[in-house]
């Protein structure tokens, strides 16, 4: 049923997406979950006859890989970007027989779905702590920002890079907020208070490249899928005023 393309070749065709609508966009990422769940990868739709499939940014199959396995998703958020046509979504399963964390980037060419590429980081990668993360991120508020005080896709990208470039530039300016919270597998840099910070445990010497972004004006979001030098990593940034507020992290160590 799956016909698996070149990953070069799927994300080339991504690259050549139209705009979508965030109702075309909620439908395939209403489906994902609904697949997931039901473990049953071709209840994904609308996809098209040749889908690239990555775990860990590497080529893999669909219909064996992660899911083929049917999960209890205890927390999801997705952010869907109607400009790239594109989505981003968050699970994480707190099932204590295997938990996960997984981040899904799909990419549309033509109306269908072209590129679907997951990070799937369970016991083992950095500070996983599936518990730790639902906690968290079911704590934190990524609602809906009023129109009138959206920030453009730029500023959005532009904080995130700015996140990102800080690891192997320490004189990058980055817009920090106040409180700002960062949720690095489970663990969390703040308690849920006004004087959170994010700023913390930053490494140096390191370059986070070939970036992929998943960017949502409506809620002020973006999702980076990036080479953490020579590991697979995610990072999603809600910003709100041009300052970063939460800060999410996703790294597969045994990709």
Known sequence: MFRLALSALGLLAAQTAAQCTREELTAATDSLLAAQTAGTPDAITPLADNVAYLEAFKTATIATGILSHPLNIAFNRSLLDTTACATYTEMIVTDPSHPYVIGTQMR???????????????????????????YWASRENWDPIPEA?????????????????LFNDK???VPWGAPCARLEGGAYTGSGSATDR??????NGVALVNRRYVIDETIGAVDVFIDFATVPDSHEFRVEKGKLRFVHTITVMGG
């Open 198 to 203: 994010c700023d913390v445990g930053v490494p």
């Open 171 to 173: 004189s990058v300016q």
């Open 149 to 165: 005080d959206r920030d453009t896709r730029e500023v959005i990208q532009a904080a995130a890079d700015a996140y990102a470039d």
């Open 108 to 134: 549309f060419a033509d109306g269908k779905i072209a590129n679907i590429s997951s990070l799937v980081t369970d016991q083992g990668d950095w500070l996983f702590n599936a518990t730790g993360t639902y």
